[in-house]
């Protein structure tokens, strides 16, 4: 089974940097896109920030210039460094890695969130 594992969130000031983690576990193949959203009560799920197996990038364009995104392929994890955090950053972080297991089809797998809090 495939499991999705967010980390690293927490309480920040503004302007404070944090990292997240998102670790990839179980029978995978190739991560084709592995991506950032957030989520804040009564709003709709927003894209943060993916990267794909051939590198290409895509930030949501509040976060353009303060956020960026890695990934390590060996040990299958990706990043989020989030710099200059602002109050509106607050929301519940979720990775979610776009793969194949085995020989089977594409699957969207989703972790569990992790709270990111922006407050002085």
């Known amino acids: 089974q495939v499991q999705v594992v967010e980390s690293g969130g927490g309480l920040v000031q503004p302007g404070g940097s944090l990292r997240l983690s998102c670790v990839v576990s179980?029978?995978?193949?190739?991560?084709?896109?592995m991506g950032w959203y957030r989520q804040v009560p009564g709003k709709e799920r927003e894209l943060v920030a993916s990267?794909?197996?051939?590198?290409?990038?895509s930030y949501g364009d509040s976060v353009k210039g303060r956020f960026a995104i890695s990934r390590d392929n060996a040990k299958n994890t990706g990043f989020l460094q989030m710099n200059s955090l602002k109050p509106e950053d607050t929301a519940v972080y979720y990775c979610?890695?776009?793969?194949?297991?085995?020989?089977?089809?594409?699957?969207?797998?989703w972790g569990q969130g992790t709270q990111v809090t922006v407050s002085s």
């Open positions: 979610n890695a776009d793969l194949r297991v085995g020989a089977g089809a594409r699957h969207v797998f």
């Open positions: 179980g029978s995978t193949s190739t991560i084709y896109v």
């Open positions: 990267i794909s197996n051939l590198g290409i990038f």
